[in-house]
């Protein structure tokens, strides 16, 4: 055990969660809007759109994370008049894509998610708002939506525990995340073991947080 | 077309081996995982705090740690815990495990944490009354496992497995980095000679979709053997 080498990589590794963090919230705030997007098209009653979010969630649930960034930070730019729109300042840079990688794939894990729950809630209660004279609209944003929320909580849990190991693979894309400044080390250090435990430590220590504040909030909205 | 072309012309024979071998890594790291599991399910379920604790311990470990991580730390510290090893027996020269070794090992050990977690949910939802039934029975404790618990087990674990098989499949195309000539390792090749990316990852992704598509399929039929009778 070399200790002097995992006091020292601690700094780094912690500057580098920094960016591991960013990229996190970036992608799961985009992707609860893409999940809830794709979750309302879900249960539209006309069967191309329906179709489509199926595809949608399918092709994303189906295929490796990895893929996914590969096709959009090398793939992407390979379309000419993709490089001569405004989209190619983003698309150039690897952080963008890979911001826009997670957030396609969290929100289709999160689309599932919320139309279970949406699903699970009983019709009765949206009978209940109907005779009281609340308008379809209204029903949905102040009684739907905020159960389902409730009901998805468990749920969301996990994908976020899943999508903050997911964005360990930004580091295949250039980006000096957690995972890439510990395999840096651990490539010009040949210790392993040592910079595994404290990269480790602090992945560990992002899900023990994650876990107890899903575990606070569902205490909180519980009913 | 032309690029997926068999022979010497295109990529067909090679991304076709190459699906061979993620199916290969995915199949040997499912049966590594469901070794690992049949180790540390007992040690979950066991009396002992102690040894529940080991048992938490990899669990927890393996499924809050990023899968690239610890594909690292079996790329870069396999063949140096094997040297050492190998150094306590008196052998001192280089020793170097092949990737596909080192990939279905640290890809094992992330399924068997998934299945851990699997087979513990399946038993503890097992009616206590089939344990003391079989113990009043004076079924052998060999038997009571094997003739009345798995079977049981099975059917209730066989829908989440099925989850464990996508997770391990995907989890495949991380091997990659070690340089095993997976899908994803033969696809990064192509794309790099023939400066064509966007069709050849598009289609390593059409490649992991027919796999997980034949494998649902595959699934589903062994879960309708195993609810029979239900």
Redesign the interface.
């Known amino acids: 055990m070399d200790l002097d080498l995992m006091i020292n990589s601690i700094p780094k590794l912690l500057s580098a969660t920094v960016i591991t963090l960013k990229l996190l919230s970036a992608s799961l705030f985009f992707g609860l809007f893409v999940g809830l997007l794709f979750a309302i098209l879900r249960m539209n009653k006309n069967i191309f759109i329906n179709k489509f979010a199926y595809g949608y969630s399918y092709v994303f649930r189906g295929t490796p994370l990895l893929v996914q960034i590969f096709i959009i930070y090398f793939g992407l730019g390979q379309i000419e008049y993709l490089r001569s729109t405004f989209l190619w300042v983003i698309l150039k840079e690897p952080y963008w894509c890979a911001i826009i990688a997670f957030t396609l794939n969290t929100g289709a894990y999160t689309s599932e998610i919320l139309r279970s729950a949406f699903q699970t809630i009983k019709p009765g209660i949206i009978e209940a708002g109907k005779s009281l004279g609340i308008s379809n609209k209204i029903i949905f944003y102040k009684i739907q939506i905020p159960i389902a929320i409730r009901q998805s909580l468990p749920a969301y849990g996990n994908e976020i525990i899943l999508m903050m190991k997911g964005t360990s693979l930004a580091s295949t894309v250039t980006l000096m995340d957690l995972t890439g400044v510990a395999k840096y080390i651990i490539s010009t250090t040949f210790k392993p073991i040592e910079v595994f435990i404290v990269a480790g430590g602090i992945y560990l220590f992002m899900t023990f947080l994650i876990h107890n504040l899903i575990k606070y909030l569902e205490k909180k909205y519980s009913f | 077309m032309e690029l997926l072309a068999f022979g010497k012309t295109g990529w067909g024979d090679e991304l076709f081996y190459a699906t061979l071998m993620t199916i290969a890594v995915s199949v040997t790291a499912m049966l590594v995982g469901f070794i690992f599991a049949l180790i540390f399910t007992p040690l979950k379920l066991s009396k002992y705090k102690s040894l529940n604790l080991i048992g938490n311990f990899y669990t927890?470990?393996i499924?809050?740690?990023?899968?690239?991580?610890v594909i690292?730390?079996f790329f870069?510290?396999g063949s140096?815990a094997i040297m050492y090893v190998a150094s306590i027996f008196g052998y001192f020269e280089y020793i170097e495990i092949n990737a596909f070794i080192t990939g279905s090992m640290a890809i094992g050990i992330i399924s068997g944490a998934y299945s851990t977690e699997v087979f513990r949910g399946a038993i503890q939802s097992i009616d206590k009354g089939q344990f003391e039934a079989a113990k009043v029975l004076g079924v052998s404790k060999f038997a009571q496992f094997y003739k009345i618990i798995l079977p049981q087990m099975l059917r209730l674990a066989i829908p989440n497995l099925s989850n464990v098989w996508?997770i391990t499949l995907?989890?495949t195309?991380?091997i990659?980095?070690t340089g095993l000539v997976e899908i994803?390792r033969q696809?990064?090749i192509a794309?790099g000679s023939t400066?064509?990316?966007?069709f050849f990852?598009?289609f390593?992704?059409v490649l992991?979709?027919l796999l997980?598509?034949l494998s649902m399929k595959l699934i589903n039929k062994l879960e309708a053997k195993y609810s029979r009778g239900y």
């Open positions: 927890t470990v499924r809050g740690v990023p899968e690239l991580l690292y730390l870069f510290g140096g996508q995907k989890d195309s991380l990659s980095v994803m696809s990064y794309a400066r064509d990316p966007l990852y598009s390593a992704a992991y979709l997980t598509y």
